[in-house]
């Protein structure tokens, strides 16, 4: 019987970790824990085996963490991102042919010293029909190997997020014509316009009285930023628009001239000084102002005279390359229709 409580550490950002359990041909699996690189699954499996002691003994569980989103199918598990091995003699010699509450700590099979964190984990060896103890148990024990914080960690789960990011939207720029939504930067509706994003991580600890009066915001320095090889390679991007036609405009904006200009993030933004300037230096993010004119005569609706000439816009920006979860997912959809 094989007894997964739970992870420390996980390296990655935004993971969705996930267990195999493994002894010969038989696997079991965990569920799918969300964003947590701390993960709680309270999960166990049994295998039965009809085999000599002596082969028995030779068997080696292989216990490995995944991750979901690198998931290429529902039959195929990708290179695990930490790997536990022990012979199941090791276990049976043990007192009680079991180890109950042990922190395993995994490794990377390409990188051995790279720190791919720890799992919790009971492990008993029994023969049918003989008692044995129960290592389902969620009592906790002064042998643990390894202490993952200063909390109890058997007093509950306690949820964690992250580290993940977090991506924040507000209203538009702050020189459109239009101020009606203004109040999207203050939470006051859905947000339309993506402002940038903030690398997170949320754990929660028991309330003490040791701690209690300092339960007001803080500022900490000193923390390492995540090393640079949990993030994707960046790549250059170029953001492409064309504007074949503008008209309904209202006539609340008939008398000023109009420009539009294509951004994301910070490439392509421009501020009201180098807006100011651009009147003068055209920039590949904005159009140039083109005076509104009426619709055969009619005052209360304008158009733009871009019959002839499309305005095109371009910018380029350096962001991290996410492509892959774009393909995976246009593979399942495209599988999708054909079945």
């Keep these: 019987m094989i007894h997964v409580l739970q992870g420390r550490d996980f390296p990655g950002l935004n993971i969705n970790p996930y267990v195999s359990v493994q002894i010969d041909d038989q696997k079991r699996y965990t569920n799918i824990q969300k964003s947590s ?8 499996f049994t295998f039965d085996f009809k085999l000599p002691a002596t082969k028995f003994m030779e068997k ?17 598990d990708t290179a695990p991102i930490g790997i536990f091995r022990l012979d199941l003699a090791t276990v049976y010699n043990e007192k009680g042919h079991a180890f109950e509450r042990k922190w ?6 390409e990188n051995i010293a790279a720190p791919c964190g720890h799992l919790l984990l009971s492990i008993s060896v029994t023969q049918r029909g003989v008692s044995t103890r129960n290592v389902v148990s ?10 993952p914080s200063e909390s109890n960690p058997s007093a509950g789960f306690l949820p964690t997020l992250g580290p ?6 507000g209203s538009p720029r702050e020189y459109t014509i239009s101020k009606d939504k203004d109040g999207l930067s203050e939470g006051m509706g859905e947000a339309v316009c993506y402002k940038g994003r903030i690398l997170m991580a949320i754990e929660c600890h028991p309330v003490t009285g040791e701690n209690t009066p300092n339960m007001n915001i803080q500022k900490e ?27 309904m405009i209202d006539k609340s904006f008939g008398s000023g001239k109009i420009s539009f200009e294509l951004s ?22 904005l159009t140039r102002a083109y005076p509104c004119i009426s619709i055969d005569n009619n005052k209360d609706y304008f158009r733009l005279p871009i019959d002839l000439q499309k305005p095109i816009l371009f910018t380029k920006y350096i ?19 054909y079945l």
């Design 37 to 44: 690189n701390s993960p709680y699954f309270g999960e166990f």
């Design 60 to 76: 080696v569980i292989f216990i490995k963490v995944h991750d979901a989103v690198r998931i290429v199918s529902t039959f195929t």
């Design 104 to 109: 395993a700590q995994l490794s990377n099979p």
């Design 138 to 147: 969620e009592e906790a024990h002064e042998d643990d190997e390894f202490k």
């Design 164 to 169: 993940t990011w977090m991506f924040l939207y």
């Design 221 to 247: 320095t000193g923390i390492e930023f995540p090393a640079a090889h949990i993030f994707p390679m960046k790549r250059s991007f170029l953001l492409f628009g064309c504007i074949y036609d503008v008209s």
């Design 264 to 285: 994301i993030g910070p490439s392509g933004y421009l501020n009201p000084q180098q807006l100011a300037a651009a009147n003068h230096n055209p920039v590949s993010s």
């Design 319 to 337: 962001f991290h390359d996410y492509i892959y979860r774009m393909t995976l997912s246009n593979r399942l959809k495209y599988a999708s229709e």
